[in-house]
């Protein structure tokens, strides 16, 4: 290492805008997810509470039938795709190369890459609301709803163009984090001792990379038979709806899973810190949770169960699907173990932990009561699903987001969040969120459809719905106690220590907070499972160094992956209003950009052990 | 670590695997390959279920050809025959028999696509067009996606053959003939694939 410094190539450095534009630190991508995740997040969550004030009451018409299809399609898309996602993805990256002991992932060109395709998908598919042409198909774009037909206009054609731009970020990171994971650990980080959330992102991962190839095919499909008279699902050309459905759901349900295993790594490391205690049943954890990977390919047509795939497909899944409960239960009963006997502090992570809990635990339980095939006959398309839906969704994930956001702050920030500010955040979401979800099992096993604008007075689900868009309201609220927050903690002076929670196990809590751009000044040796913990008993007050200071290589920032998303973006445009020129120069930026990657090697450059004293600050 | 400690003339055996940058690189690169089994076993899936809905157009056994399917089949698998050359030629450091055996397997994939472009024009001619029938869009989907697989490997091979032109054989350059070759080998699968499950089938069980 240290002979090669006599190179020492001189890489220019930006600085302001052009910084966020290049950059390839995962640490600064895992800010910029965080902030596109969250505005996305912000106007899904005003999607919602404009759909439930139209709920408010019987018969309302604060907006139309036609602008309800489109505000629910882009609210679950949304949500889903641009929120819940890249939230997730903006944890990853700013967790996962510190629990491991890497200075950075596998691929941080593609990490940049990633980033900015799923932006650019993201902004793609809200430009709709300007072009006034929306989806309004649903997130799960059913044919022949969302076939040429049914949806003559431009709206689905954002939402097959978007997500497929999106879902190439999402593909590129889920492959990126696995190389990262099998490849980067520190010495002595074997697998059975990486920390739960790593685990839980390296199964996550390769949910990802066995997943979204099918969502790919089918948008390439319905984007076909939509913009060039193919026949895949128009049934009068001997195409085949059910096909869609198939597709969509194979990518679908291992997609709720890919949502919901991070939340549980999240939850995992929460509840251990604020337990001070190991995380009980750690092996069974990590068997879980590939078990409820590798079942969750294997339940798709639990969504399909009334579209008549006969008595013996819909048995088979719903067994297969009810199995599903068995290792999610073992994660329950070890996380509550670990709190068992704990000596507990009541933080705003924590309290989000333990929220989740139970939530999830309800979410459970109405999955199972779908799962029943004959049963789900009674529920399918109500609002019991809909409750169903969001107590693993938001109960679940955004739960076990906020959980992991107020936890890992300090780490990505510098500063800790104001724990009073969090604690309203955490009850008014929380209360909030119950009152909304909870009457929708009422409403949905009374009868009432999901997915209608509006409904008839006296029928017994007026008051439930009033209740319910009281609720959405407190969540708002809670929302915004936390965006007040950021702004509040941002005044404050970045003062957070190593470890700022005293009780970190893993080895983010090592290093600086915010990290040094190359994280571990010297790479750590690992010696257990909750490496960091382990040297703290031992009365030691830093990692063992598995090697000596020396000049450490950074890769160099680079715009192209911008120009490649920016390429991507034209031409989807240009697909979509049967522009195949500007199509052309748009894909042929972004297969420009490839070549000239290609061609010019990157060298990177060299942080000096001098430089690395004076802390060069991501 | 950089990758400029090793100047051309002490690589080592295994030129590809000598840095942490390589090997990441293959490694991303075999789960690249896994997400592409299930791309490709997507569009199989698809095209399988509408295989018989040939509406008014032609039915798989009136329109393909075996001989020349065949003949496409034994070039293409011939050409991964030749990457594996190119690659052995890497590790034994022979730099000019690694690029003619490259060159040659671009002929061939370029032999391929041009056999390709010819049967499709033909099928259209015949009435086998893109928008005829449920068959007949999944059919160019699933061929179509394989043959713009191949294009793209030969534009991206031509571009390695480029830069060990003007860099030489360096720990830089030999990951990146060792992962095309990988690409190569995987689009070759999936055509056996498609000459089975397309055409054979099409023909004996159509
Ligand atoms: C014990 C575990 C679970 C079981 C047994 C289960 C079962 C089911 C079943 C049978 C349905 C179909 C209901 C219908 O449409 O009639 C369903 C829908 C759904 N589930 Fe779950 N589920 C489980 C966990 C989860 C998790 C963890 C998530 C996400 C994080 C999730 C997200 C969804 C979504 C989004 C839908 C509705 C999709 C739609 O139609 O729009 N589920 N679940
Ligand atoms: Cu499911």
Not at chain 1, 69 to 92: C, K, Q, S, Y
Not at chain 1, 276 to 292: D, H
């Amino acid at each position: 290492m240290a002979a090669a410094h006599a190179h020492g190539h001189k890489v220019k450095r930006y600085s302001g805008l052009m910084d966020w534009l290049t950059t390839v630190d995962h640490k600064k991508i895992g800010i910029l997810y965080f902030i596109a995740g969250f505005f996305f997040f912000l106007i899904g969550g005003l999607e919602a509470i404009i759909i439930r004030i139209q709920l408010l009451k019987p018969m309302n018409d604060v907006v139309a039938g036609d602008t309800f299809n489109e505000l629910i399609t882009m609210h679950g898309t949304t949500m889903i795709f641009l929120a819940a996602m890249p939230l997730l993805f903006a944890l990853m990256n700013a967790v996962i190369p510190l629990q491991i002991g890497a200075r950075d992932v596998a691929f941080p060109f593609l990490n940049s890459l990633g980033f900015w395709t799923f932006f650019f998908g993201g902004v793609l598919l809200n430009l709709s609301w300007f072009a006034g042409a929306v989806p309004d198909a649903g997130w799960t774009s059913y044919v022949p709803l969302a076939g040429s037909i049914y949806s003559s206009g431009h709206g689905v054609d954002y939402y097959v163009l978007g997500l497929q731009i999106a879902g190439i970020g999402t593909l590129l990171g889920g492959i990126n984090f696995m190389a990262t994971i099998i490849n980067m650990r520190a010495p002595g980080l074997t697998f059975m001792r990486l920390p739960m959330f790593t685990w839980a992102i390296f199964i996550t991962s390769a949910l990802i990379v066995f997943a979204f190839p099918a969502l790919t095919v089918g948008l390439v499909a319905l984007m076909f038979d939509r913009l060039f008279n193919a026949n895949f699902f128009d049934v009068a050309n001997g195409g085949n709806g059910v096909l869609w459905e198939h597709i969509f759901w194979v990518f679908g349900h291992p997609e709720v899973y890919i949502l919901i295993l991070p939340a549980f790594g999240i939850i995992s490391e929460v509840v251990s810190t604020f337990s001070r205690k190991r995380l009980f049943g750690y092996s069974s954890m990590v068997f879980a949770t590939v078990l409820i990977a590798f079942l969750g390919f294997m339940v798709w047509a639990h969504h399909m169960f009334t579209t008549g795939l006969g008595p013996v497909a819909n048995g088979l899944f719903s067994i297969a699907t009810m199995l599903i409960a068995v290792p999610t239960g073992v994660k329950i009963f070890n996380w509550l173990f670990t709190l068992w006997g704990g000596s507990i502090r009541f933080t705003t992570a924590n309290l989000f932990a333990i929220g989740f809990i139970p939530t999830f635990v309800m979410g459970g339980v109405t999955g199972v009561m779908l799962a029943s095939a004959p049963a789900d006959y009674q529920y399918h398309d109500t609002y019991f699903v809909v409750a169903h839906f969001h107590y693993v969704i938001v109960g679940g994930l955004i739960l076990g987001i906020f959980a992991g956001l107020h936890y890992w702050w300090p780490k990505m920030f510098g500063r800790i969040l104001n724990e009073t500010l969090g604690k309203i955040t955490f009850w008014t979401f929380f209360i909030g969120f119950h009152l909304t979800f909870f009457v929708q099992h009422f409403l949905g096993l009374l009868g009432m459809p999901r997915r209608v604008y509006t409904y008839l007075g006296g029928q017994g689900y007026d008051d439930m719905n009033f209740i319910s868009t009281i609720g959405a309201i407190l969540m708002g609220i809670g929302t915004i106690v936390f965006l007040i927050n950021i702004f509040v903690t941002w005044a404050k002076p970045r003062n957070a220590s190593n470890d700022p929670w005293e009780d970190g196990r893993s080895l983010e809590w090592t290093i600086p907070s915010p990290p040094p751009e190359y994280n571990f000044k010297q790479t750590p040796l690992v010696r257990g499972y909750d490496a960091w913990w382990k040297e703290k008993m031992e009365g030691k007050t830093a990692m063992t160094p598995a090697e000596p200071v020396g000049s450490i290589h950074m890769p160099s920032p680079s715009i192209l992956p911008f120009i490649m998303s920016v390429g991507l973006f034209i031409a989807g445009f240009g697909f979509m209003y049967d522009q195949l020129i500007v199509a052309g120069v748009g894909l042929a930026i972004t297969l420009g950009c490839m070549v000239v990657r290609s061609l010019v090697d990157d060298h990177g450059f060299h942080i000096e052990p001098e430089e690395q004293d004076k802390g060069v600050q991501a | 670590m950089s990758a400029h400690d090793h100047a051309e003339g002490h690589l080592p055996h295994e030129p590809e695997k000598a840095t942490l940058d390589a090997r990441n690189k293959i490694l991303g690169f075999w789960l690249f390959l896994g997400a592409e089994v299930v791309l490709f076993g997507t569009l199989f899936a698809a095209f399988l279920a509408l295989r018989h809905s040939v509406g008014d157009g032609p039915t798989a056994g009136e329109l393909f050809q075996l001989p020349m399917v065949f003949g496409a089949t034994m070039i293409l698998l011939t050409s991964s025959l030749t990457s594996v050359f190119a690659v052995q030629a890497m590790h034994h450091h022979n730099k000019k028999s690694m690029v003619t055996w490259l060159i040659v397997t671009i002929l061939l994939g370029l032999a391929f696509l041009g056999l390709e472009i010819y049967e499709f024009v033909e099928y259209v001619h015949e009435g086998h067009k893109f928008t005829t029938s449920a068959f007949s869009s999944s059919f160019y989907t699933l061929v179509g996606f394989h043959g713009a697989h191949v294009a793209f490997g030969v534009v991206w091979i031509a571009l390695v053959i480029g830069q060990v032109f003007k860099k030489g054989l360096t720990v830089v350059t030999a990951p990146k003939v060792y992962i095309s070759a990988m690409y190569w080998h995987f689009i070759d699968v999936v055509w056996v694939f498609i000459f089975t499950v397309v055409y054979l089938m099409g023909k004996v069980a159509g």
